[in-house]
């Protein structure tokens, strides 16, 4: 997409560092992400029926990519329509909406749409039952889109050892769906999918998940467990959007300006953290959904799965690296440029912002006074791999499959009570609902609604949730490589 066509449609410059932006086609009309290059890739044939009907709103082609995350450091991956992150795509809210899927890969895929409401069979989750995008093969997704606010969608494919699969590829992308009664003001919107590149096994700690010593840990065990730990997932690269720190354009503001920022973690394996010194960022939404208390803090974590809306107000001159906090990421890529207009300067700035816990309960409002109908306990374990192997994870004592799933009954609310009795955070993804957090170890709260939460290391999170769409429901760890080794059950409606 040219540079024009995202100011035709109104957009910041920023955009175009990364997510190309893709709005529905025009019958008839050449897409206007539809470049040379991916006509001159013919669309293997079928052996699927093709949807009969409407056009479909979008068309995601899964291929093989080069991305050039920064002068002479170009990878390669899997992606969708040759873009990192993939088109982004905004609808209204209610909205029918149709996704044609071309897989032009040798294996299997799955598109997620993490949080919306959608039945089992377009979700994209192999165990739920919806259908696979064959290989060389095309499905076209129709779903609602519900609920507003900031979504997004990824390949749901099961990776185990191979580094190249499932949310180790650049097949992600955002998905807006808007209310059409924003209340935000703001006068620049920036899109910040934050991702790690060229993953390999390491049993050395990248440190992003180290449990913080003052964290309460009321599931730490009297005993500890001594077994040495398996090999985990590292990442020599990073970027946001799909540019290293310092190789895409800059975020351009003026003094005064206020930024609503989208981040995304997209990473397959890491939280983090991101700051930009002399600024605050006003969370206005956790996960798209916007929170009772839009508190302002110096740093936002932010895990796998997770979105995170805030405000930031231009009100610090200069040339500033927004990043993440650990050197080690923000030197190999995660950051990107922060530059006000008429203080161009030969070096942009890093400074630490103050170290200041992250804690989703500022966000809430009074504890909830509802009553659950039934309380579930949830047990995560972890079996160390050892030097030479993969940690595996138990829920309630088994891997995935469990043999029975766990049961909801419509029109009900749970409690979920998530135990960690690992030494890692875990964030956890409850497909096609949105869950309420009303405990944070040991903290009531209420009001903050989420589709993925982390639980902290030896941490104990409780969440609630209505069981209002029928149909089989994922549960997992959105670290990649979690979820692969065991990390995962089915909820039924019984
Ligand atoms: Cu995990």
Same mark, same amino acid.
Request: a negative charge; zero cysteines.
């Given at each position: 997409m040219k540079r024009r066509d995202f100011v035709r449609f109104g957009w910041g410059s920023v955009i175009a560092t990364g997510a190309g932006m893709l709005r529905p086609a025009l019958a008839g009309s050449l897409p206007p992400w539809q470049s040379l290059k991916s006509l001159q890739h013919p669309i293997a044939a079928t052996s699927e029926p093709r949807s009969v009907g409407r056009a479909a709103d979008f068309t995601l082609r899964i291929a093989p990519t080069m991305v050039e995350?920064?002068?002479?450091?170009v990878i390669s991956t899997i992606a969708y329509n040759d873009k990192v992150p993939g088109p982004l795509m905004r609808v209204r809210e209610g909205q029918q909406v149709a996704v044609e899927v071309v897989n032009e890969t040798d294996v299997p895929e799955y598109v997620h749409w993490h949080g919306l409401f959608v039945p089992s069979e377009v979700d994209g989750a192999e165990e739920e039952g919806t259908p696979p995008v064959s290989p060389h093969g095309r499905r076209r997704y129709e779903f609602a889109a519900n609920p507003a606010g900031s979504r997004w969608y990824h390949s749901h494919t099961e990776a185990m050892m191979d580094l190249h699969r499932g949310s180790y590829t650049g097949q992600f992308g955002f998905l807006m769906i808007d209310?059409?009664?924003?209340p935000g003001r703001y006068d620049q919107e920036v899109f910040l999918a934050l991702r790690e590149w060229e993953p390999y096994l390491s049993s050395?700690?990248?440190?992003?998940?180290? #449990? =913080?010593?003052?964290?309460?840990?009321?599931?730490?065990?009297?005993? #500890? =467990?001594t077994r040495p730990n398996g090999l985990e997932v590292a990442n020599p690269l990073y970027s946001i959007n799909d540019k290293m720190l310092g190789a895409g354009e800059p975020i351009r503001v003026q003094q005064g300006q206020r930024i609503l920022m989208h981040f995304l973690?997209?990473?397959?394996?890491q939280i983090h953290r991101i700051g930009l010194f002399g600024h605050h960022f006003q969370v206005i939404a956790l996960d798209g959904n916007r929170v009772p208390s839009p508190q302002i803090v110096d740093v936002i974590d932010i895990a796998p799965g997770e979105r995170v809306d805030a405000i930031v107000e231009m009100n610090f001159p200069g040339v500033w690296i927004l990043g993440e906090l650990r050197d080690a990421a923000r030197v190999s890529g995660m950051g990107i440029v922060v530059e006000y207009a008429n203080?161009?300067?030969p070096r942009p700035q890093w400074l630490q912002p103050a170290k200041v816990r992250w804690d989703y309960t500022v966000f809430g409002t009074a504890a909830s006074l509802s009553a659950p109908d039934q309380t579930i306990e949830m047990v995560f374990e972890k079996i160390p791999g050892g030097p030479h192997g993969i940690n595996h994870w138990l829920v309630n004592g088994k891997e995935y499959p469990h043999e029975r799933e766990f049961v909801f009954h419509e029109g009900k609310r749970y409690r979920l009570v998530f135990h960690n009795r690992t030494d890692d955070s875990h964030p956890v993804h409850v497909h096609r609902h949105l869950f309420e957090i009303v405990e944070f170890n040991g903290k009531p709260t209420g009001g903050i609604m989420k589709d993925t939460v982390v639980v902290p290391a030896f941490g104990r999170v409780a969440v609630e949730l209505v069981a209002n769409q029928p149909g089989l429901t994922l549960f997992h760890c959105h670290i990649q490589q979690h979820m692969d080794f065991g990390f995962k059950a089915l909820f039924r409606y019984g």
């Open positions: 995350l920064a002068p002479q450091v209310s059409g009664n924003d050395k700690d990248q440190d992003s998940m180290r #449990p =913080d010593p003052d964290d309460p840990m009321p599931e730490k065990p009297t005993t #500890p =467990d973690n997209a990473s397959a394996s203080h161009a300067q």
